[in-house]
């Protein structure tokens, strides 16, 4: 068995930012979840429908891996990414880092892992793996899936050679501190306004603000959308709540940050944002039981009354990024 030392195993709330806890941890710097995805500008916001798609699927954060990219630009910190097709390169860009004592960030799919209980692709998964044996790998995921976890080496295997949306090639990486790391504090006036930039102004109608009205547009049309609304609708609401957002399809993470934050900069627009987002935070929660219920009803009223919920949420949001983007 090869593991590595002094390893903080806790699981938190969403994957990438459990992985990016354990990596800096392991180099000395302890932050806050909600640190981590704020100073990531983990926020965001995406309505997907492409073709061929079962029904659509709302995103509340940026797409897999940008936060950590985010985060290492944002502190100075050495990221290191190895991609490959080959399965047995692929294997020694893990063990090589474990066996010279450093824990690694894998991006793999979900649906193989064998301690998962539900089975859906999710290719934008990331762990943190710090050991392994003849047999299995150690990992550490969300405390939701376990916190401290072993999968088999062969569904490991299969999770990071899977294809398709969101999926990488064999992605693992390392985050190294330099000599002197970029203080948090000063990062994160700088975080907020590159977050806030990127979410009113979206290239596309289905980002940010612009992604929230069409949203609000088109859900009242989910029933008809759905082939069996009420596997859909209830996921969609499970996606939103509870399937590693934090809550508020991650705005409870931002609200968090947003807090942290305003106990370290005296500043107004900053407390005008967390009151902001605060809001924003319970009006996603009220959408989610409502997409619940119209799934498990069959009627639509409830989907009328999230898409006038969804509309106030892109005004409140609109409201609050324009707010911090001025900081």
């Known amino acids: 068995m090869t593991m590595v030392e002094g390893v903080d195993a806790r699981g938190a709330l969403h994957c990438e930012t459990t992985a990016l806890g354990v990596l800096l941890r392991h180099e000395g710097i302890d932050l806050s979840e909600p640190m981590i995805f704020g100073l990531g500008s983990g926020l965001s916001f995406v309505y997907w429908d492409a073709k061929g798609m079962d029904f659509p699927f709302l995103g509340g954060r940026v797409k897999p891996f940008e936060l950590t990219r985010n985060l290492a630009a944002a502190l100075g910190l050495e990221l290191l990414v190895a991609e490959t097709s080959s399965p047995s390169k692929a294997w020694r860009n893990v063990t090589a880092p474990i066996d010279a004592g450093r824990p690694v960030g894998l991006q793999l799919d979900s649906y193989h892992l064998d301690y998962f209980d539900t089975r859906t692709h999710f290719g934008g998964h990331v762990v943190a793996m710090y050991g392994y044996d003849a047999r299995d790998a150690?990992?550490?995921?969300?405390?939701?899936?376990?916190?401290?976890?072993?999968?088999?080496?062969?569904?490991?295997?299969?999770?990071?050679?899977?294809?398709?949306?969101?999926?990488?090639?064999?992605?693992?990486?390392?985050?190294?501190?330099?000599?002197?790391?970029?203080?948090?504090?000063?990062?994160?006036?700088?975080?907020?306004?590159?977050?806030?930039?990127?979410?009113?102004?979206?290239?596309?109608?289905?980002?940010?603000?612009?992604?929230?009205?069409?949203?609000?547009?088109?859900?009242?049309?989910?029933?008809?959308?759905?082939?069996?609304?009420?596997?859909?609708?209830?996921?969609?609401?499970?996606?939103?709540?509870?399937?590693?957002?934090?809550?508020?399809?991650?705005?409870?993470?931002?609200?968090?940050?947003?807090?942290?934050?305003?106990?370290?900069?005296?500043?107004?627009?900053?407390?005008t944002g967390h009151r902001l987002y605060a809001e924003a935070a319970n009006l996603w929660t009220e959408v989610a039981a409502l997409v619940e219920a119209a799934g498990a009803s069959g009627d639509v009223g409830p989907l009328v009354e999230a898409g006038s919920r969804l509309r106030e949420l892109a005004r409140v949001e609109r409201e609050a990024m324009g707010a911090l983007r001025g900081l």
């Open 138 to 271: 150690y990992l550490v995921d969300t405390e939701q899936q376990g916190g401290a976890v072993t999968t088999g080496l062969a569904s490991l295997a299969r999770a990071r050679a899977e294809r398709g949306p969101m999926t990488a090639r064999h992605r693992s990486f390392t985050l190294t501190a330099p000599g002197t790391v970029a203080s948090p504090h000063e990062r994160i006036l700088p975080a907020i306004a590159h977050c806030a930039e990127a979410f009113l102004n979206p290239p596309i109608a289905n980002l940010g603000h612009r992604g929230i009205e069409k949203t609000a547009e088109q859900v009242p049309k989910w029933l008809r959308r759905s082939d069996d609304p009420g596997r859909d609708l209830s996921r969609t609401a499970l996606l939103m709540e509870r399937a590693g957002t934090g809550g508020a399809l991650f705005r409870n993470l931002y609200r968090d940050f947003l807090a942290e934050c305003a106990q370290l900069v005296d500043s107004d627009r900053l407390r």
